[in-house]
Nanobody, 127 residues
Framework: QVHIVESGGGLVQPGGSLRLSCAAS????????IAWFRQVPGKEREGVAC????????YYADSAKGRFTISRDKTNNTVYLRIDRLKPEDTAVYYC????????????????????WGQGAQVTVSS
């Protein structure tokens, strides 16, 4: 079983930046992908970005291209999501999820049945 813990959420002013962290532990290997999703109350969960632990290959949803950067620290199985030039519409609960294999980071990544989820981190963008 893989245990996921997100951190780094909070209240940020529009135009600011934020880095979310996702620490994965337990039965996780290089053959895993980790992805970030976000959800606004009343709306469907949206896939944001995905990264392969094995080779750090990434995929971004169209809505995330340009302002979101996903990265990973293989030494401690931590994945980061940096969001720049934050907008009020980025306000959401951001979730991190892990699932094998590492090759699932493609345009279809949000459709997979991700097996391990964190508790979520609230990001609020407001002045």
């Amino acid at each position: 079983q893989v245990h996921i813990v997100e951190s780094g959420g909070g209240l940020v002013q529009p135009g600011g930046s934020l880095r979310l962290s996702c620490a994965a532990s337990g039965f996780i290997s290089d053959n895993y992908a980790i992805a970030w999703f976000r959800q606004v109350p009343g709306k469907e969960r949206e896939g944001v970005a995905c990264i392969s632990i094995f080779d750090a290959s990434t995929y971004y949803a169209d809505s995330a291209k340009g302002r979101f950067t996903i990265s990973r620290d293989k030494t401690n199985n931590t994945v980061y999501l940096r969001i720049d030039r934050l907008k009020p519409e980025d306000t959401a609960v951001y979730y991190c999820a892990a699932h094998p294999p590492s090759s699932i980071c493609s345009q279809y990544f949000a459709l997979y049945g991700w097996s391990s989820w964190g508790q979520g981190a609230q990001v609020t963008v407001s002045s």
